[in-house]
């Protein structure tokens, strides 16, 4: 069967914002981006050698909501420590603080961090197993 690709779409209230959180801090990277399709602008971030990517878009003369709750999450596992570190690490150096997770399971072996538009990325250390 073919992998299918994944692209994850949500609103933001600032392209600028989110994409340093996701680029200075995960270090994705600027994958695609469009300028007032039918009053939209948006990008599209991703990582090298992934079936994934997220869509950022911002609808012009509107402000987008902030998450619904604090368990709305990405989570990225991290099957190496020293990569996790050094994941951690980057944001850390770029501003970005981990924050104590809704749910208390992903403390046990991650670190949640939250946008700017209050969604969170959990950064896993495990290996992803299912």
Not at 66 to 90: F, G, M, T
């Amino acid at each position: 069967m073919e992998m299918c690709k994944l692209r994850v779409a949500r609103p933001t209230r600032s392209l600028a914002t989110v994409v340093r959180f996701y680029r200075e801090g995960l270090g994705f990277e600027l994958v695609g981006g469009f300028e007032d399709h039918a009053g939209f602008d948006g990008v599209m971030l991703g990582q090298v050698g992934t079936p994934y990517h997220l869509e950022f878009t911002v609808e012009r003369g509107h402000e987008a909501p902030r998450a619904p709750s604090p368990d709305h999450l990405l989570v990225l596992y991290v099957s190496r420590r020293e990569e996790w570190d050094a994941r951690v690490r980057r944001m850390v150096q770029a501003g970005f603080h981990p924050v104590r997770s809704h749910n208390p399971y992903w403390d046990v072996y991650g670190k949640t961090f939250e946008d700017p538009d209050g969604y969170r990325v959990v950064l896993y250390q495990g290996e992803w197993t299912r």
